[in-house]
């Protein structure tokens, strides 16, 4: 599968999220939070952002886990070759062979979790999260996959607090997660704790929008597909309560003790013609943005967006680019 990289530095503040990778944490989506408790907190970390969203234990009321998860695993198999790559890159920093314990923060149904065993060959993978239903999603995968299955284990627990306690982390993923604790400094000081001296974090965080059309495409020249994921960028803001592009990530791992932090946007590219699997994540990937900005968009998109929705299975030209920043850090070396 073919990967690209963009060598640019992220800029957060005029990029937008692939927000199908969000629409799926259980956070609001109109009908209420998680365990009934809001973060109504900032950061205090100088970008200035409250936190008015709950986090998405799971029992929203009427909240379709399983449809959910369906999507969140088919956006966590389009990062793959992006995972590879950083995978591939952190064997400058260690020696896979010598990692005893990663552990998958936020880890969802486990898509990623079970790259993450099947690379780190020796190694114990804890999968944490806050969602029993993720969780139990994630323990199907894992238990199925031969590669990995003695080697992997589930936890529920919440990123807001204390986790449980493990043997420490050679490395600890956490993907797409860190925008939704209340306090993303205190986590992040819990994580660094949680590493051997040396270990390495990676977070992957939100970039710029997918792209799937080709350049001559008329919904992509009309702008469609671009107010499409505008809209779509907007809601997540409001539902977070704060803006993800614009999370000083940098600034908060440094606050958390963490060292020598590079950064990068990565893309995960699949090219045309897309397997099933990458045409399946198109069309659920506009059916939800377009379920979820509702009338945020000019009447005249939405039939061209439906339209490409409904022939994304058959058309042979669409391709799909993911983009995500990349933090690769680590806990200094007593
Ligand atoms: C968008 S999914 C990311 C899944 C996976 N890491 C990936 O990148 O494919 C976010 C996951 O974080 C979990 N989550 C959200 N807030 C959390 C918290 N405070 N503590 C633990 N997990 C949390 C959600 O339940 C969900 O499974």
Redesign the pocket.
């Known amino acids: 599968m073919p990967t690209g990289d963009s060598d640019h530095q992220p800029d957060a503040a005029d990029r937008h999220d692939n927000h199908g990778?969000?629409r799926?944490?259980?956070?609001g989506h109109g009908h209420g939070h998680g365990h009934g408790h809001g973060h109504g907190h900032g950061h205090g970390h100088g970008h200035g952002h409250g936190h008015g969203h709950g986090?998405?234990?799971?029992h929203e009321e009427g909240f379709d886990w399983e449809a959910m998860?369906d999507s969140?695993?088919l956006?966590?198999v389009m990062?793959l070759p992006l995972v590879a790559d950083v995978l591939a890159e952190l064997g400058e920093l260690l020696h896979w062979s010598q990692v005893g314990h990663v552990l998958?923060?936020?880890?969802?149904?486990?898509?990623?979790?079970a790259a993450l065993a099947q690379h780190a060959a020796y190694a114990q993978v804890t999968a944490?999260?806050?969602?029993p239903?993720?969780?139990a999603r994630a323990e199907t995968r894992l238990r199925a996959d031969r590669r990995v299955s003695r080697r992997v284990r589930t936890i529920a627990?919440?990123?807001?607090?204390e986790l449980p306690a493990l043997e420490p982390a050679h490395v600890i993923?956490?993907?797409?997660?860190l925008h939704?604790?209340?306090d993303p400094v205190a986590?992040l000081r819990r994580l660094y704790r949680r590493l051997v001296p040396g270990g390495v974090l990676v977070l992957?965080e939100f970039a710029g929008p997918p792209a799937v059309l080709p350049p001559d495409d008329p919904t992509l020249l009309a702008g469609s597909w671009a107010r499409l994921e505008e809209a779509a960028a907007v809601m997540i803001r409001e539902r977070l309560g704060l803006d993800p592009w614009r999370l000083d990530w940098p600034a908060m791992l440094a606050e958390a003790g963490f060292v020598d932090t590079k950064e990068r946007n990565r893309a995960a590219f699949h090219a045309a013609p897309l397997a099933e699997q990458a045409r399946r994540w198109i069309v659920k990937h506009i059916n939800r943005g377009l379920q979820m900005v509702g009338d945020r968009i000019p009447a005249a998109d939405l039939g061209p967006l439906q339209d490409l929705a409904d022939s994304a299975l058959a058309r042979r030209d669409l391709f799909v680019r993911a983009e995500r920043r990349v933090l690769i850090t680590r806990r200094a070396l007593d």
């Open positions: 990778d969000d799926g944490h259980g956070h986090h998405g234990h799971g998860a969140i695993e956006d966590g990062v998958d923060v936020g880890s969802g149904p486990g898509v990623v979790t944490v999260d806050s969602s239903q993720m969780l627990a919440d990123l807001d607090d993923w956490a993907s797409m997660v939704h604790v209340a986590a992957i």
